[in-house]
């Protein structure tokens, strides 16, 4: 018998054994599914987006504090995960989804996958964050999408870099601004919103008009815009960007730092603080929920303050909980957005397919 | 009546997976999209399909689908003739670069093509020439994914064409290219059908190559479906939408059967290695150098970039980055990159395994002929080229969900989505070999008292061998780049390196861009080292007996 022959062999029956496993039902699964049926489970499962992150040890710390084990599935981006807990509603594949931002939530809650809950520690979290009051979800981390720009290029030229959205269309900021697709890209739909914030629902198409006059460029995506079009960014230098203003997170400058090598004293880039848009991300209890006290620890979990120290330094979004201390790089490096532009997430939620589409025939076409 | 039997019977396993991982999923989903509380809405197809800007994606998926096929043949064909023909030095290496491509992720080829034709690309620095944002990137970027299932798919054929009958007919007086058109490509037909056949599918269902070099104001159907399932979450539209990528499908697979099955034959085949030699004389070596400057320019060196940037390190070129992978912090977010390796290889691994099976036993039972039925399923099996991840992905959800079929966090069903995709490669691969085979040894080894089994082994099998490695190849290096189905199949975190490296990209920061740039260039080297273990095996028993 033939090396070549054994292995042929082998492989046939993997495949054999692997195709039949699939249809009668994945024995590999069983113990585990097996185990959270059970009265007291010790598996609580978390259901995310593909950005979720937490440090080992303090995973580790929540498992031993509470005797759980957690079982972390990613699927998707954002409005993919959350779009699948809506399909399988009912019959979900975890106890608790993180990931519900304040763009999806009224399609989160119109649904009704989640179960309330009250966490402990809500009463430790800002007021303005706390928007359902019904306690379906729960605040876990905020975030701001907006205009960072290239330091050394406003420096060489002189120039004081853009702080509002009004800047932007001003001649002297002409042909610097690069963002993203607003129908596929969620800093880009942040963006929009930023504008439909300040301006209304009329006056942003105004606004985007003149930014268009002024040379804004729409590109794919963030890794397009940010690693590729934008001068200040490590990427973007290496692939010659000559944008020096680009849509991306008041977090990108403290993170070019702790990814720079050796790390910089000070951020090559900067955030101007007028273009924001605030992002806030909810996690919540599944309707039918295999394990319901685990779901609940769980979500005490995310609001207890190792958890949301641990988040600026994994996920790169602020805490929500008052007393949550920042790391000293986002204390030296990040900046404050104190007047975050705000929509409401049942007119987002009403009104976001038209905006998208009214957005996409005057700029991209 | 007894081939009908053998032809169902090879076709159970694959009409069951087919069924359980394809079909019922993607029914089920359209189906949810279709129906109400209040009945089917079949009226929602006419509403979206007289939507002007439905209208225009169509219009625009549809013909960038064909001008992409056939740039792609046109370029990659003389690869496949030299491929075939010529022995050079360092061509099987340059046989598994060609196919690299296909197993990186849409981002980082976008990196890699924008550094060659996109502002301050090597175009633009040479001749000024700026090419981003027009069609002629999506087209030179699909050409340089699909370069290789032209060279692959109709090389392995031409290399196995008796090179004498061209030879012969020259002799006879025909002219160079009039001997070709009559005698080879006649043969080659059926190979270059199944490559622009999966071609045109692949591009038909393009979606990051698209707007990452086309820029958003070109959108595909891909894009819109992928849009209204995942964000919007408009099933009614998707389901629309998706029923229009089976209509467009259909008609080309009705194209396809119609224009090959005439002209399938029984070929002589023979060993590739005893077809191919030095090019000898100027036509032959200039065509030789032609087809070198096309892979290096076109392929070579939009790797060369992510190659190039992955060595610049901070403090001049180096290994900086690649050590920085060993380092990967504590957290969730991503693993050690040898563990990432390891995951690509078990999921490709297995992917290949079932891809291998059950494409291998459907071409087994297409080439018996056995009607009408079985001939449709050879179109069927094609379908998951051209239909969108997410719709897959989406539809897994609402199906496997209960016992005995609860998968849907199962690791199993990430290579089981891979495997789709694969299947068509391996059948399109294998059949035009198989049913080169002369029927008429199968009937010698019978009547010499062969069992079936043991002809198949000893005819079919030393035949097919480099086919089944090529298809093999092929489902592997599909396996190994997945990405779309596997990113919405919720599963325990075990990142392959495409999804690492996506990952890595989404952050700012040179050394995740660095270690993006390393991570993807350890994958073209797995995915380059594994080709070439793959071409290496031979059924040792049998080599040498053509």
Request: net charge neutral.
């Amino acid at each position: 018998m033939s090396t070549t022959k054994k292995f042929a062999g082998a492989l046939l029956v993997t495949a054999l054994g692997v195709t039949t496993l699939g249809a009668c039902g994945g024995g590999k699964d069983k113990p585990a599914a097996g185990a959270s049926d059970a009265p007291k489970s010790k598996t609580v499962t978390l259901v995310s987006h593909d950005s979720f992150a937490v440090s080992e040890p303090v995973l580790k710390e929540f498992e031993q504090q509470s005797g759980y084990t957690v079982k972390v599935l990613k699927s998707g981006d954002a409005g993919a995960a959350l779009n699948q807990e809506i399909l399988t509603k009912g019959s979900p594949r975890g106890d608790v989804f993180f990931g519900v931002d304040n763009t999806l939530l009224s399609r989160a809650l119109d649904n009704g996958i989640f179960t309330p809950y009250e966490a402990k520690g809500l009463g430790e979290v800002k007021p303005e964050f706390v928007l359902d009051g019904q306690h379906r979800v729960t605040p876990v981390d905020s975030g701001d999408i907006c205009v960072n720009y290239d330091k050394q290029y406003f420096a060489d030229k002189k120039l004081a870099p853009p702080q509002t959205l009004d800047d932007l269309i001003k001649p002297e900021y002409k042909n610097l601004l690069v963002t993203e697709n607003a129908a596929t890209s969620s800093p880009g739909l942040g963006f929009l919103l930023a504008s439909v914030g300040k301006y209304g629902d009329e006056g942003w198409k105004d606004y985007w008009s003149k930014l268009k006059a002024n040379g804004v460029e729409v590109v794919d995506g963030w890794e397009q815009a940010y690693n590729e079009r934008f001068s200040g960014s490590a990427g973007g230098k290496k692939a010659k960007g000559d944008r020096p203003l680009v849509v991306s997170y008041a977090s990108s400058p403290p993170v070019e730092v702790l990814y720079g090598e050796p790390q910089p004293a000070e951020a090559p880039t900067g955030v101007s603080t007028g273009t924001c848009f605030r992002q806030v991300e909810f996690a919540g209890l599944l309707k039918g929920a295999k394990n319901e006290a685990g779901g609940k620890a769980l979500l005490d979990f995310l609001l207890g303050k190792k958890f949301q120290e641990d988040m600026p330094l994994q996920m790169f979004v602020n805490p929500v909980v008052k007393d949550a201390k920042l790391p000293e790089l986002f204390t030296k490096h990040g900046v404050v957005i104190d007047k975050p532009e705000n929509v409401a997430p049942d007119t987002i939620a009403k009104n976001r397919e038209q905006w998208v589409k009214a957005w996409s025939s005057l700029v991209v076409k | 009546m007894r081939a009908t039997v053998v032809g169902f019977a090879l076709m159970a396993l694959p009409l069951v997976f087919f069924g359980l991982f394809f079909a019922y999923p993607v029914a089920a989903i359209v189906g949810r999209g279709l129906k109400t509380d209040a009945g089917w809405q079949f009226g929602r197809i006419g509403e979206v399909l007289a939507r002007p800007d439905i209208a225009d994606v169509l219009w625009f998926t549809t013909w960038q689908a064909l001008a992409s096929t056939g740039l792609t043949l046109l370029i990659a064909l003389p690869g496949a003739y030299v491929f075939a023909r010529f022995d050079f030095p360092g061509k099987g290496l340059l046989r598994a670069v060609v196919t690299v491509p296909f197993v990186l992720p849409t981002v980082v080829v976008g990196t890699a093509f924008l550094a060659l034709v996109g502002r301050n690309g090597l175009l633009d620095q040479l001749w000024g020439i700026r090419l981003d944002t027009t069609v002629w990137a999506i087209l030179l970027a699909h050409v340089f994914f699909n370069y290789a299932v032209v060279v692959r798919t109709v090389g392995g054929l031409w290399a196995q064409l008796d090179p004498r009958q061209e030879e012969a007919a020259r002799v006879l007086g025909a002219g160079r290219f009039a001997a070709w058109r009559r005698v080879t490509l006649p043969a080659l037909a059926p190979a270059v059908a199944a490559a622009a056949l999966m071609v045109f599918l692949f591009t038909f269902s393009s979606f990051g190559v698209v707007q990452i070099l086309g820029g958003p104001s070109y959108s595909t159907l891909e894009v819109e479906v992928y849009r209204q399932t995942a964000q919007l979450l408009d099933l009614p539209t998707a389901a629309v939408l998706t029923m229009v990528q089976f209509a467009a499908m259909g008609l080309v697979l009705a194209v396809h059967a119609r224009t090959v099955r005439r002209r399938e034959t029984a070929l002589r085949l023979v060993d590739p290695r005893r077809t191919a030699h030095r090019p000898h004389g100027p036509m032959e070596r200039a065509l030789l150098g032609g087809v070198l400057l096309t892979v290096a320019v076109l392929i070579v060196l939009p790797l060369g970039v992510l190659v190039e940037r992955s060595l610049d390190a901070p403090g001049g070129y180096g290994l900086g980055f690649y050590r920085a992978l060993e380092e990967v912090g504590s957290g969730t977010f991503l693993v050690p990159p040898l563990e990432s390796i390891g995951n690509s290889l078990e999921y490709a691994l297995a992917a290949t395994a079932i891809a291998l099976v059950v494409g291998g036993l459907a071409a087994g039972a297409l080439t018996r002929r056995a009607g009408r039925f079985v001939r449709g399923f050879d179109a069927l099996l094609m379908l998951p080229l051209g239909v969108s991840a997410v719709t897959v992905g989406f539809g897994f959800l609402i199906t496997l969900d209960e016992p005995p079929l609860d998968l849907r966090t199962s690791w199993i069903l990430v290579p089981l989505a891979q495997a789709l995709v694969g299947v068509p490669f391996v059948v399109r691969t294998m059949l035009p070999v198989l049913r080169a085979v002369d029927a008429r040894l199968r009937e010698a080894a019978a009547v010499l008292g062969a069992s079936p089994w043991r002809a198949w082994r000893e005819v079919d099998l030393p035949l097919v061998w480099r086919a089944l490695l090529i298809a093999a190849g092929f489902a592997f290096a599909v396996s190994l780049g997945e990405f779309g189905a596997t990113v919405f199949i919720a599963r325990p975190d075990r990142p392959t390196l495409p999804v690492a490296v996506t990952r890595l990209l989404g952050r700012a920061g040179e050394m995740n861009y660095g270690q993006a740039m390393a991570l993807s260039t350890i994958l073209m080297l797995v995915c380059a080292v594994s080709l070439l273990v793959l071409e290496r095996l031979r059924p040792d028993k049998t080599s040498g007996e053509f």
